[in-house]
């Protein structure tokens, strides 16, 4: 999975979904384990953004809280900046118990994952 060294922002100007040299830091540039990292990612997180929509269905927010923290930390630490942004924001309202825009926020956090998946499809190849 070479990377497309092209490092230009999304269309519009808008923040790119991945800070690739982040993740690229955490494998050392090693392709094979990049691609095992980025996917053991995207597959985990769709699982947790799932459960977290399920929480908010159910008016869980102890389990909106747990599930967006490990996720959001997981965004965070492999460079997914926006939706690590989303999820704590998630995190913050079950902690509160006030998922007054839990419902809103899970659906952006679903879209961005999306355009995670998307950016990494094209810079890896």
Known sequence: ????????????????????????DLTGGESDGLRELVDMYLEQTAGQINQIETAIRENKPDDVRREAHSCGGASATLGMTRLGRILKELENQGKAKALTTAATLCAEAREELYRVREYLAKHFK
């Not at 999975?1 to 690229?24: F, I, Q, S, Y």
Request: hydrophobic letters at 35%; glycine letters at 8%; charged letters at 25%.
């Open 1 to 24: 999975m070479p990377l497309n060294e092209n490092k230009t922002e999304n269309a519009g100007g808008h923040e790119p979904p991945v800070d690739l040299a982040r993740m690229m």
